[in-house]
């Protein structure tokens, strides 16, 4: 199988020193494991340059996307970048466009500046569907 790196944009909680992501995006992210995804997976933050030089290094970003996600300008960052190659400071003019996959964790609204993106890929929930997807729009 051809690996592709995947970005993983979740929302992390630093809780006594120890950095842990939801539930929900826990239980996608092992069964994108089980499907043979490489993953990179930041938990903890880093500055907006650092951030989109590591999505640059991968081949498509997932935002796994809940109420605290959301809500995060980080996250927002994260994927406007790997969809449009605009980041927090600048734009890529260089920048070839990532697969970007969106993931409810629950029902929320799709946060406004999404309907603005029209490459972002919705993934259904199921999570073998949501892989079959990924794989389908990666050919792996």
Known sequence: MNKQKIYISTFEIENKGSVQIPFAAKKFIEELQKNNFELFIPLKWREYPIIEKEI???NALIALVDKYWASSTWKASEVTYAA????AFFKNELFTPKP?????????EPCGYMDSIDSLIYLPDDFNEACNVIKNTLNL
């Open 56 to 58: 640059d290094e991968c």
């Open 84 to 87: 449009c190659g605009v980041g």
């Open 100 to 108: 970007t996959f969106i993931y409810f964790l629950e029902k929320i």
